[in-house]
């Protein structure tokens, strides 16, 4: 239920990114008309890199050595990933200077996806320290 | 124990504190309340630099188990404690330490601040200036205490 819970989360928040950063990408192309299959393409990337990610990124506790080396090859496959699947999916034609605009398209929902994280999880320190705060009062 | 009332009665100075619980029966959230008073009052046998002393649990910080034994960091202070963590998580189960590692056990009235960390962790910010980490895996009963998400 916990794996299921995460996975969910996971998917949600990347499906969104992808999603987000796929209106500024196609915006920027300019190409007018796009077939239906993105709309299956979209979420279909976001189960990839959700199972990535939850296989790189175990709910447990890492060193901080762990951690970057955990993140790093997260990034590494999630990048692989998005430029295999972008290709056959013919989001862009494989080449040095469209694999670095994917590669930065991928950075931002990587950030979009972490700073969401980051706001949830200061958010429930935050009600935690409120917590604690009533409860020191209270005594 | 809803409704419950409590009476607060001034002692003059040096008489001896006595806490008298009426009730029609013990029940078990009364029994916690004792087993908690009688918890934070009862002295830690610890060793220090050889010698037992005799600390009050409310000034230790943190236990910490490091290699096999058990230190009760207080403010300024170590003691060793020769006493297994999960015996110490046992007896102050219904006071105010808490379980946040495989290998600490903290006093959550000594906790500052708390702020998010690497991958989900906690790291708390103790009265003292030292820092702890939270496990992610602990949070939840961390919130479970502080009655968030659930009874504490």
């Known amino acids: 239920m916990k794996l299921f819970k995460e996975i969910i ?6 499906t969104t990114g992808t999603l987000l950063i796929s209106l500024v990408a196609i915006k920027i192309s300019g190409v007018e008309v796009w077939t239906t299959d993105i709309l299956w393409h979209i979420p279909l990337l976001g189960l990839v890199t959700t199972i990535i990610t939850v296989a790189a990124l175990p709910d447990k506790d890492y060193t901080r050595r762990e951690g970057i080396i955990r993140y ?15 290709a056959a999916f013919n989001w862009y034609v494989p080449s040095l200077l469209n694999c670095t605009v994917m590669l930065l398209y991928i950075v931002a929902v990587y950030a979009f996806t972490y700073i969401t994280r ?12 409120k917590a604690l705060e009533r409860r020191k009062r209270g005594k | 124990m809803s409704g419950i009332k409590i009476t607060i009665e001034e002692l003059p100075e040096g008489a001896e504190e006595e806490i ?26 610890c060793l220090d630099e050889g010698s037992i002393v005799m600390i009050e649990p ?24 020769r006493r297994k963590l999960y015996e110490l998580e046992q007896q102050f ?60």
């Open chain 1, 118 to 129: 980051y706001i949830s999880s200061k958010r429930s320190a935050d009600e935690l320290n």
């Open chain 1, 72 to 86: 790093s090859l997260h990034f590494v496959l999630l990048s692989a990933a998005v430029l295999i699947m972008g």
């Open chain 2, 58 to 81: 409310r000034c230790v910080y943190y236990f910490e188990a490091v290699d096999d034994r058990v230190f009760a960091y207080c403010e300024n202070k170590v003691y060793e404690i």
């Open chain 2, 20 to 45: 008298v619980i009426r009730c029609a029966a013990p029940d078990e959230e009364i029994l916690k309340l004792i087993y908690a008073l009688k918890s934070r009052r009862d002295k830690l046998p």
């Open chain 1, 9 to 14: 989360s996971y998917f949600t928040k990347i």
């Open chain 2, 93 to 152: 189960e219904n006071t105010d330490f808490l379980r946040i590692s495989k290998s600490v056990i903290i006093n959550l009235s000594k906790i500052k601040r708390l702020t998010p960390s690497f991958s989900g962790r906690l790291e708390a910010l103790l009265d003292n200036g030292e820092k702890a980490v939270i496990s992610r895996q602990y949070v939840p009963a961390l919130k479970k205490k502080l009655g968030i998400g659930g009874q504490s």
